[in-house]
Structure formats: structure tokens, C-alpha cells
């Protein structure tokens, strides 16, 4: 009965905040600034180079991703999570994981009214994992860097397919991510000895999964949707994003303010904050096929501050939290309570999920690695 629940933690933690394509814009037009938010720091992320004097503009400006052919710059995207699962208020899982991937972009081509593509090169992916469940605890570790054997290569092979092998995408002026392709390595890097014998349509669809899954999904962190008109000091917009996956469907409304506008020593910066709401869209009873579930509690919120570049037309750094709380009533089926009418597995019970995820993407060059 709990193998619904990874489906819905990926659902949860990883399509909350995605806020990229598949979304309508409202504009809400310039508002009084929440209270309190100029000294808020959501994630500890501004250092002293993003800080500077308050920059009073004679009119609105246009907030867009410029590139120029040869450009070069890189990010480490962090993602964070952990997850607790219950059952009837006893806790059933514990489950902390933290991955992050070192990437590079060099600007191919760039179009004279912003966007362009890049190629981009993973440098070095990391994952450390601990688990438990049923009484059992285990960890786990992965670094690319590591002179792993061949078998550890392979077990981590979802994680570890990017690096060192090269591919492009195509990032729109608003920093949607539109295309991803020339993934020939990557796949051959997923499949290793398989590659051979796998066939062609069956890599055709790997490469699909893993651009869109894999690649685009954490890269869109590093690109983050960028309103469609020009915007000043305490400006904000409105991004509602529908989702649906399997039996769950849901709405993001993500609210963004640009909080102030600096002159640092790094250009004039603008930061803005970011406040998202899940809403549960779905029936609140559904079959989840392996017993029916009626929602209860469904309180998935996110909030972060992003620092963009407005001199450099990029993304300087950004964090990102998601808090998660969902809880639900399982019918088990009557064929379960028939064949084991003792086990209180079989029982109907109440199932919730506590959990956060954090995303932070912080400036990176080859040189300066971390270790």
C-alpha cells in the first residue's frame, strides 16, 4: 500500500516550484512591499557584493536573459530534501538527500533580442543520502570525482549521465528553457554497456526522459521565469501553473516582488521574492489502484529571493524553499483484509508526508570547486 507514495513526493517536491513554461503570467502592478521584506534574507543567500544603494529609476525596466557569443559562466545547483513519512501518527520512513551538480555554459549563439544557445558541461555531480524505514537505516554516497568502479558508475548512472558529456540548450529571453539536444553522450553515459543493444527508439525515448526529466528540470532552477513587461522597485507578477500527474492534480500561484533594485559592486542587481501556494485541484476521494484515498490535509507553500544580474542578463544567485504537508485517509482493499484479516497492515490508516526541499544556485568556475 505505500507505493503510491514516492509518486507523490516527487509530485510534491519536485513539480511545486518548477514556474517555467507551462504557466500563465498576470501582471499585478506595483504594490506596497510585504513588511519587513527588505531586511528578509530568505536561504542566507546575499553576500556583501550583492548589497549596494537603492538605484531610483526614472522609468520601469525590462528584466530579459542577454547573451553574447563566447560567454562563458557557471553554476552549483544544490538540491536539498527531506522527507518524513507516517503511518497513523508513528513514523514510517525518514529520508535525507542532498545532490548537486557543477555547470558550465558557453554561449553558442546569442539573438539580438536576448536568449540564445549555450553549451552546457556537468563538471561533477555529488549525492549523499541517509535512510530509514521499518527500523533500518542505511547511507548512501556518490562523487563523480571519485575513482569510482565500474558498477558504482553504472548504480548511479541517473545522476552521474551529464558529466563530461556535453550537450546544448536553447534559453528564451524570459529564461525558459525551449529546447535541450545534442544528448548523444549523455545517453551513452546512462546506458554505458547497454548502449549497443539498446534500440534506436528506445534511446530516442531515454534522451526524451532524460531532457526533459532530468536535465531541463534542474537547469530551469538556474533560469528562472522573468516577467514579460518592464517592472521598478516593489513591481510583482502572478505565474499560475496547473499540474496534473496520475490520480493528483494541482495549481501553483507563485507571486513574485522585486523588492529593490541596487547599484553592487558586481552591476545593478535586482533582488526579488518569490511566495508560492499549492492548492489540491483533484477529487478528494480517489483511486489510487491499490486502495482509495480521501484527502485531508494538503499544505504545500514555497518562498526564496533570487539576485538577477540586470547588467550581466543573468541569474547571480538563488534560493529556494519548499515546505510540504499532506495528509490522507487509505482504504485498504477488502481482498488484503480478507487474505490477512490480523494484520494491522491491512487495516485502513491514516498516511501523512512532512517534508522540504531546498534549492540554491550559487555562482561557479572550474578553478574554485568546491571539495
Not at 8 to 14: Q, R
Not at 90 to 110: C, G, I, K, P
Not at 148 to 154: G, I, R
Not at 346 to 362: G, H, L, P
Request: charged content about 30%; proline content about 4%.
Amino acid at each position: 500500500m505505500k507505493r503510491h507514495v514516492p509518486v507523490l513526493i516527487a509530485f510534491l517536491l519536485l513539480g511545486a516550484v518548477a514556474c517555467n513554461s507551462n504557466q500563465r503570467e498576470e501582471e499585478e502592478g506595483r504594490s506596497a512591499p510585504v513588511a519587513e521584506a527588505a531586511n528578509a534574507d530568505p536561504g542566507n543567500i546575499l553576500t556583501d557584493e550583492d548589497r549596494g544603494a537603492t538605484v531610483a529609476l526614472e522609468a520601469p525596466v525590462a528584466l530579459t536573459y542577454r547573451f553574447e557569443e563566447g560567454d562563458r559562466f557557471g553554476f552549483l545547483i544544490s538540491n536539498t530534501q527531506h522527507v518524513r513519512m507516517y503511518r497513523d501518527s508513528t513514523e514510517d520512513e525518514n529520508n535525507y538527500q542532498e545532490l548537486r551538480h557543477w555547470y558550465r555554459f558557453e554561449v553558442l549563439s546569442a539573438r539580438p533580442g536576448g536568449g540564445g544557445r549555450m553549451r552546457v558541461t556537468c563538471d561533477r555531480v555529488t549525492f549523499t543520502g541517509t535512510y530509514t524505514s521499518a527500523g533500518k537505516s542505511g547511507d548512501v554516497a556518490y562523487d563523480s570525482d571519485v575513482d569510482n568502479s565500474y558498477d558504482v558508475e553504472k548504480r548511479f548512472a541517473e545522476h552521474n549521465a551529464p558529466v563530461n558529456a556535453p550537450f546544448e540548450i536553447v534559453v528564451e529571453p524570459d529564461g525558459r528553457i525551449s529546447g535541450v539536444d545534442a544528448l548523444d553522450d549523455v545517453v551513452k553515459n546512462y546506458l554505458r554497456d547497454d548502449y549497443r543493444t539498446t534500440r534506436q527508439r528506445d534511446r530516442e525515448a531515454i534522451k526524451s526522459a532524460i531532457a526533459d526529466a532530468k536535465l531541463k528540470s534542474v537547469l530551469q532552477l538556474a533560469f528562472q521565469k522573468l516577467p514579460e513587461w518592464p517592472v521598478g522597485k516593489d513591481s510583482t507578477w502572478r505565474l499560475i501553473h496547473p499540474e496534473t500527474l496520475g490520480y493528483l492534480a494541482k495549481e501553483d500561484i507563485a507571486t513574485y516582488t522585486v523588492r529593490d533594485i541596487v547599484s553592487s559592486p558586481r552591476g545593478r542587481l535586482a533582488h526579488i521574492d518569490v511566495d508560492i501556494v499549492s492548492r489540491y485541484k483533484g477529487d478528494k476521494t480517489f483511486d489510487t489502484g491499490q486502495g482509495m484515498a480521501t484527502m485531508d490535509t494538503f499544505d504545500v507553500t514555497a518562498g526564496g529571493l533570487t539576485v538577477f544580474n540586470m547588467q550581466n542578463g543573468r541569474l547571480q544567485r538563488r534560493s529556494l524553499r519548499t515546505d510540504v504537508h499532506v495528509r490522507m485517509y487509505i482504504e485498504t482493499p477488502e481482498e488484503l483484509k480478507n487474505v490477512a484479516p490480523d494484520d494491522p497492515r491491512s487495516k485502513n490508516f491514516w498516511w501523512m508526508q512532512k517534508a522540504y526541499t531546498e534549492d540554491r544556485i550559487e555562482p561557479y568556475t572550474r578553478n574554485a570547486q568546491d571539495n
